[in-house]
């Protein structure tokens, strides 16, 4: 493995009365996509918002490039090169698609002065935010949201890349399309960090895998040992790839 961009050491996150995470470890490669699976309710997504600052750790340490991040604010965590797409997308439905992808890009303040060499190649990644350019986000259908989700997330060069359930909802040719997109960024030096429910999904864009339940992480590895593994599967997931 390559040495971590982002650690996780004992973290427990409470929200209200509830204690959600019970000290997850949690290990994220450089310059590799990480798989985050588990069952509904194990911790996925708290994980994230977590690391994001959403929600504060009430205990353990979040440290990324070897800064600890554990108490910052969700826009310094931001503005170090992480980028985070919630499962709920976040658009903004009554702005334009070139309106959302400008607000992500905060070094421009029309979209003229956007990087128009890296705004090509998101085109080319994702033909729908070009295609659909000037029109209400509102009016995407769920597939092209996600894509505007992820273009607008890597607008700008990030570091890392934190996406909840990138593919849920998607048609299989909306899938693959979003899984070269990956894959062109990883080779680009991006590390990326997926939770999914997709098994396929993980199993074909995965270099390594955490396994979340009850709050903490219960396995990690590499992704293509839990995918030959069909008995791990049934242990950890409760189902097989």
Same mark, same amino acid.
């Given at each position: 493995?390559?040495?971590?961009?982002?650690?996780?050491?004992?973290?427990?996150?409470?929200?209200?009365?509830?204690?959600?995470?019970?000290?997850?470890?949690?290990?994220?490669?450089?310059?590799?996509?990480?798989?985050?699976?588990?069952?509904?309710?194990?911790?996925?997504?708290?994980?994230?918002?977590?690391?994001?600052?959403?929600?504060?750790?009430?205990?353990?340490?979040?440290?990324?490039?070897?800064?600890?991040?554990?108490? /910052?604010?969700?826009?310094?965590?931001?503005?170090? &090169?992480? @980028?985070?797409?919630?499962? *709920?997308?976040? +658009?903004? !439905?009554?702005?334009?698609?070139?309106?959302?992808?400008?607000?992500?890009?905060?070094?421009?303040?029309?979209?003229?002065?956007?990087?128009?060499?890296?705004?090509?190649?998101?085109?080319?990644?994702?033909?729908?935010?070009?295609?659909?350019?000037?029109?209400?986000?509102?009016?995407?259908?769920?597939?092209?949201?996600?894509?505007?989700?992820?273009?607008?997330?890597?607008?700008?060069?990030?570091? /890392?890349?934190?996406?909840?359930?990138?593919?849920? &909802?998607? @048609?299989?040719?909306?899938? *693959?399309?979003? +899984?070269? !997109?990956?894959?062109?960024?990883?080779?680009?030096?991006?590390?990326?960090?997926?939770?999914?429910?997709?098994?396929?999904?993980?199993?074909?864009?995965?270099?390594?895998?955490?396994?979340?339940?009850?709050?903490?992480?219960?396995?990690?590895?590499?992704?293509?040992?839990?995918?030959?593994?069909?008995?791990?599967?049934?242990?950890?997931?409760?189902?097989?790839?």
């Amino acid at each position: 493995m390559n040495q971590p961009l982002l650690t996780l050491k004992g973290v427990h996150t409470h929200i209200a009365a509830y204690h959600i995470l019970h000290g997850v470890d949690l290990a994220v490669p450089r310059g590799e996509v990480t798989m985050l699976l588990g069952r509904n309710g194990a911790g996925k997504t708290t994980t994230l918002r977590t690391i994001m600052g959403l929600w504060l750790a009430s205990k353990g340490t979040v440290k990324f490039d070897g800064q600890d991040i554990t108490r /910052l604010a969700t826009p310094q965590i931001a503005g170090l &090169g992480i @980028a985070y797409v919630p499962e *709920n997308m976040g +658009i903004f !439905a009554d702005l334009t698609v070139k309106e959302n992808m400008l607000l992500a890009a905060r070094s421009a303040r029309t979209a003229a002065q956007m990087d128009g060499e890296r705004l090509a190649w998101i085109f080319q990644l994702f033909p729908a935010v070009e295609k659909f350019w000037n029109h209400p986000a509102g009016k995407l259908s769920g597939g092209q949201k996600q894509m505007l989700a992820v273009a607008r997330a890597i607008v700008e060069p990030r570091e /890392l890349l934190i996406v909840d359930e990138p593919s849920k &909802g998607l @048609a299989p040719a909306i899938i *693959n399309n979003m +899984i070269s !997109a990956f894959d062109q960024l990883k080779q680009r030096g991006v590390t990326i960090l997926l939770v999914e429910q997709n098994i396929n999904f993980a199993k074909r864009l995965g270099d390594s895998v955490a396994v979340m339940d009850n709050g903490k992480v219960v396995h990690s590895g590499s992704m293509k040992e839990l995918a030959d593994n069909e008995e791990l599967q049934h242990a950890l997931l409760g189902l097989a790839i």
